[in-house]
């Protein structure tokens, strides 16, 4: 089969497409056809080898987390999907069992692939409604679950004033029009240039990077944890710093928090579905490619500044 393939340590400009056997499932696990898969930051970071010494890589290695695809076959034990079955969700490399859900973990040999194998006994896969495109679902995996995540966190009453920094990544297109439909008051980060598009998503206003109006929440998708103190700042008493960056250590006191869903407890992939269905979802695709241009949407990942989801559709 056809896949992106990593050989070594390096940049994703080293990425290429190659053959490599179709990997079989075994006991608990689907074999899926890939219709369509998303890029997110662990797919060029884990190869560019800025964790090697917490989670070394073997090689030749295939990245992907988010796709959508048709179950092929199914291994021993499987009772919750059947071939033919349309799924989607999300699922890391098995270097990184140790970092993922502690009860049912999601792992994949990696969705920039024709084939990829996941765990089925896990609430990160889920049955794609056909209201749901695949390229949708692939672009919602991750996003919509982090959202969701954030939103079960916050608990915004109608009316609270939320601000997003980092609006126009994928995290942010899903969040702003989940919060709306939550009844919040959204204000995002961004440039002019992206401004009419996150107020078609939902954002109520939007302000210049750096600007940070008094909220009574903060969503931080972006900052490294040691970068929070400015944002803390127009938070005000009583109110909350979400982050979905680690660690957060504001000097300045506020309610901070880490925010990171990888065992579905709030639902898992089957919420992000539901909430696609009742119109509190929203996916932003802004780039489409091939498989065999999948090397270069994960240059483009990097190099470039992006708005929502860049998605690869396999097939």
Do not use: W
């Not at 098995?94 to 765990?119: I, K, N, W």
């Not at 980060?189 to 302000?207: F, K, M, N, Q």
């Not at 210049?208 to 008094?214: Q, T």
């Not at 979802?281 to 708005?307: G, M, N, W």
């Amino acid at each position: 089969m056809k896949a992106v393939v990593v050989t070594a340590y390096g940049p994703p400009e080293t990425f290429t497409v190659g053959d490599v056997p179709v990997p079989r499932p075994g006991p608990g696990q689907v074999l899926v056809r890939v219709a369509a898969a998303s890029i997110n930051p662990g797919d060029v970071r884990l190869p560019s080898g800025d964790y090697r010494d917490v989670t070394p890589l073997d090689f030749p290695h295939v990245p992907g987390n988010d796709f959508a695809g048709t179950v092929a076959e199914v291994g021993p034990g499987v009772v919750a999907y059947e071939p033919g079955d349309e799924i989607f969700g999300q699922a890391v490399p098995r270097v990184l069992q140790g970092l993922t859900g502690s009860t049912r973990p999601s792992l994949s040999t990696g969705s920039l692939a024709e084939y990829a194998v996941f765990e089925a006994d896990t609430p990160l896969l889920t049955q794609r409604p056909p209201q749901l495109s695949t390229e949708d679902a692939a672009a919602l995996a991750t996003t919509g679950l982090t959202a969701r995540a954030l939103l079960a966190e916050a608990s915004p009453t109608p009316g609270d004033t939320v601000l997003v920094v980092g609006a126009t990544g994928g995290v942010g297109t899903a969040v702003i029009p989940l919060f709306a439909h939550a009844g919040a008051h959204v204000i995002a980060t961004t440039t002019p240039e992206d401004a009419s598009l996150l107020r078609d998503l939902g954002a109520h206003r939007t302000v210049a990077y750096g600007e940070y109006p008094d909220v009574d929440l903060a969503l931080n998708l972006v900052l490294p944890g040691n970068a929070l103190d400015d944002l803390a700042r127009a938070v005000r008493p009583g109110g909350r710093l979400l982050t979905i960056t680690p660690d957060p250590r504001p000097t300045v006191p506020v309610d901070a928090r880490f925010v990171l869903d990888l065992d579905g407890r709030t639902g898992g992939m089957r919420g992000v579905a539901e909430d696609v269905l009742r119109g509190a979802l929203k996916a932003t695709i802004s780039r489409r490619y091939t498989l065999d241009q999948a090397p270069q949407a994960c240059v483009d990942f990097v190099r470039e500044h992006t708005t929502g989801k860049l998605v690869v559709a396999v097939r």
